[in-house]
Nanobody
Framework: QVQLVESGGGLVQAGGSLRLSCAASGRTLSTYTMGWFRQAPGKEREFVAA????????YYADSVKGRFTISRDNAKNTVYLRMNSLKPEDTAAYYCAAARIYLTGSHAYTERARYDYWGQGTQVTVSS
């Protein structure tokens, strides 16, 4: 069992930056793939970014490519999402997720069903 706790959300003006953190506990993550998803009111939860713990391979949604960066810290068992040049359309609840296996391919990274564990979410609000 893996527990995921997100933090770092808040209110920011358009063009600003935030860094989200996802602290994992319960197991070592050496074989896991970690992802960030987001859900705006009235919309489905959508993929944002993912990273494979074993080799740092990353994948991003087109809507955030070049603005967001996913990274990990082995010592802290934590995954980060650095968000720059934020836009009002980035407003959503952001969720951290963990897949027990080594995901590969864009389809696998983006599919919610591939992820086994989810955090409670942290709210990001971008004002115009």
């Amino acid at each position: 069992q893996v527990q995921l706790v997100e933090s770092g959300g808040g209110l920011v003006q358009a063009g600003g930056s935030l860094r989200l953190s996802c602290a994992a506990s319960g197991r070592t993550l050496s074989t896991y793939t970690m992802g960030w998803f987001r859900q705006a009111p009235g919309k489905e939860r959508e993929f944002v970014a993912a990273i494979r713990w074993s080799d740092d391979n990353t994948y991003y949604a087109d809507s955030v490519k070049g603005r967001f960066t996913i990274s990990r810290d082995n010592a802290k068992n934590t995954v980060y999402l650095r968000m720059n040049s934020l836009k009002p359309e980035d407003t959503a609840a952001y969720y951290c997720a963990a897949a027990r296996i080594y995901l590969t391919g864009s389809h696998a990274y983006t599919e919610r069903a591939r992820y086994d564990y989810w955090g409670q979410g942290t709210q990001v609000t971008v004002s115009s």
